[in-house]
């Protein structure tokens, strides 16, 4: 065998927590020639649940290839009661990024990918809107409108499922995407669908927080990217970040400002959910930065 040490794979564990769980993963890399180069773990008191996540490479040409690994760590994995996935992490994500007419989140994640700072694909743009069709195609990536009305939704997020499946998409990243999805729509992209809220969490749900916090007057205002459920703006949180505002600030203001933190926070998101940093841990969530 001729195992290549360049290149790196992902080792992704979850199970109820208990001894031996640690060592038997361990054990299991250090039996199979893997050279740990990134480990973390984390086990939940409150959940009972254990998290962990290897990033290691082949320290020695003998180490078996992928398949075989997988089958190997089967009887691990099912000894513990594991969900786990052992991927080559060479292997850049699929991405299919959901706008309607704000592009600024959309825009920083192309810029982002075109530059190679962020290592994933991203095969489709769909929008229910046209407004930003010239931005995904200066970028060279297909665009897809798909206009949407109450009476439509269920085709139209039909039409967004079969681009889902026809270009293998490994994650939905909903970049100001100003419709609520379905909860069949929300069910089949479970863990697997990301959005970034123009709030600080759990304050000021719904389509118009800035024009909320505004009115309320607040002195911090921030943005949440969290994973989508049925349950409008409830999912896992990911990633927040706040900015400092005063009584100076109009509401476009607060929207013009919120910009900047809503895309920076976006991009960590999407970041450590394609580096499989993030762990769904019943409501809430485990990210190993
Ligand atoms: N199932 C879910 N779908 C979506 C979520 C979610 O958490 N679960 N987040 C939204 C994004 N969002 C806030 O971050 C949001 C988007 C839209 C609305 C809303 O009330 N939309 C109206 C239509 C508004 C319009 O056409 O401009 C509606 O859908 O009736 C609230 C919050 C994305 N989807």
Known sequence: MNADPTVPYLLTVQC???LGVQAAVMGF?????CFITESHSYGDPQTGRF???CVFRAGHPNMPDIETMRGHFQTVATNFGMEWALVDASRPPRVLIAVSRFGHCMN???NRWKSRQLHIQIPAVVSNHEDLRDLAEWHGIPFYHLPVTKETKADQERQILDLIE???IDLVVLARYMQVLSQDMSAALSGRCINIHHSFLPSFKGARPYQQAHEKGVKL???T???????LDEGPIIEQEVMRVDHTHTGEALVRMGRDVETVVLARAVRWHCERRVFMNNRKTVVFK
Do not use: C, K, S
């Open 16 to 18: 109820p927590d208990g």
């Open 29 to 33: 890399l250090a039996g199979h020639q």
């Open 51 to 53: 998290f962990m996540r």
């Open 108 to 110: 920083d994640l192309l």
């Open 166 to 168: 026809t270009n293998e």
């Open 221 to 223: 205002i921030g943005a």
């Open 225 to 231: 990217a969290h994973y989508v459920t049925e349950n």
